[in-house]
């Protein structure tokens, strides 16, 4: 069912550091920070020639990364997410082989305007997955 790894997201406590050490020393593109605030984020984008790395940074104090950076201060990777064809379809799968999908199990619209799923991450080998319709 899944298809392309569309982005690795990784949570920072300091962005403009993140993105140096992603521009000057790992030599790769980076965009200028974008800011989310209906998802609680400010993201830099590291476009790679396979996929993107998404470096998130908390927007406002009930940011979900806020709270991940409390248990990780110097940060990590906070999820990865996989293209799917038909989020419907994906939803339907999880719901089926009792995967736990986060929120209220229906698709909503993410980041980058698709819509998406997050899954829980101990039924997926202990890591934050998200579904994107891409
Ligand atoms: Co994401």
Known sequence: MIGKLNHVAIAVPDLEAAAAIYRDTLGANVSEPVELPEHGVITIFVELPNTKIELLHPMGD??????????NPSGGMHHICYEV????AAATKMQESGARVLGNGRPKIGAHNKPVLFLHPKDFCGTLVELEQA
């Open 62 to 71: 009930a940011s979900p990364i806020a709270k991940f950076l409390q248990s």
């Open 85 to 88: 064809e038909d989020i419907e």
